[in-house]
Nanobody, 117 residues
Framework: QVQLVESGGGLVQPGGSLRLSCVVS????????MAWHRQAPGKQRELVAS???????DYVDSVQGRFTISRDNAKNTVYLQMNSLKSDDTGVYSC???????????WGQGTQVTVSS
C-alpha cells in the first residue's frame, strides 16, 4: 500500500514563507502525477498545484507567482514552496499521488497551514 506523509505546516505571519514536503512510499514515484490540494474552513477542497511525472507544473490562479511545486524522484518527495503567504492560504494541505498507468490515487493525511498575525 502506498503511503504519503506530509510535513512542514505550521503558523506563519502574512507575508511569510513555508515549505511543505510529501514523501511517498514504494518504488513507483516516478510514474506518479503529484498534486497539492487544500481545504479551508467551510470550503470545498481545491487543487492548488500539480506536477506531472515529466515535471510539467500547473497552478491555481490565486497562488501563481507565489507558490512553487517541485519533485525529487531520488527522494520520492514532492515539495510546495509557499511565499508571500496570505490569510486566504490558511487550510489543510493534502498531498495526492495518481499512478499514470493504473490511475490509482492516494492521499496523505494533511498538514495544517495557518496564516495569521
Amino acid at each position: 500500500q502506498v503511503q504519503l506523509v506530509e510535513s512542514g505546516g505550521g503558523l506563519v505571519q502574512p507575508g511569510g514563507s513555508l515549505r511543505l514536503s510529501c514523501v511517498v512510499s514504494g518504488n513507483a514515484f516516478r510514474v506518479f502525477n503529484m498534486a497539492w490540494h487544500r481545504q479551508a474552513p467551510g470550503k470545498q477542497r481545491e487543487l492548488v498545484a500539480s506536477i506531472n511525472f515529466s515535471g510539467r507544473t500547473d497552478y491555481v490562479d490565486s497562488v501563481q507567482g507565489r507558490f512553487t511545486i517541485s519533485r525529487d524522484n531520488a527522494k520520492n518527495t514532492v515539495y510546495l514552496q509557499m511565499n508571500s503567504l496570505k490569510s486566504d492560504d490558511t487550510g489543510v494541505y493534502s498531498c495526492n499521488a495518481r499512478n499514470i498507468w493504473t490511475q490509482a490515487q492516494y492521499w496523505g493525511q494533511g498538514t495544517q497551514v495557518t496564516v495569521s498575525s
